[in-house]
């Protein structure tokens, strides 16, 4: 069994900061890529930010330059760090990683954790 726990939503105002993690724990052989996406009300759920084993990184254009995405391998866990916050990146923020669990290598599976809100407002 595999579970991640995301850590860090809240509310923030306009023009603040949040850091976001998420740890992975269980029967975890390797992990591959780990990222983070968001649903916004109303909205279908997308990608924010992911980054690879080997720390190559990938975001949404709309938050380059304000988001970022970094791991500890060590630890399992993956952090976003979100600087100059717009209520416009309201929404419930979920991890994501692609896993090999002790139990079957060969394969890869999607984990999700279960959801943080993030509220930006005044």
């Known amino acids: 069994q595999v579970q991640l726990v995301e850590s860090g939503g809240g509310l923030v105002q306009p023009g603040g900061s949040l850091r976001l993690s998420c740890a992975a724990s269980?029967?975890?052989?390797?992990?591959?890529?780990m990222g983070w996406y968001r649903q916004g009300p109303g909205q279908q759920r997308e990608l924010v930010a992911s980054?690879?084993?080997?720390?190559?990184?990938n975001y949404a254009d709309s938050v380059k330059g304000r988001f970022t995405i970094s791991r500890d391998n060590a630890k399992n866990t993956v952090y976003l760090q979100m600087n100059v916050l717009k209520p416009e990146d309201t929404a419930v923020y979920y991890c994501?990683?692609?896993?090999?669990?002790?139990?079957?290598?060969?394969?890869?599976?999607?984990?999700w954790g279960q959801g943080t809100q993030v509220t930006v407002s005044s």
């Open positions: 994501n990683a692609l896993i090999r669990t002790t139990g079957s290598i060969v394969y890869q599976y999607n984990y």
């Open positions: 980054i690879t084993s080997a720390g190559n990184t």
């Open positions: 269980g029967s975890i052989f390797s992990i591959n890529r």
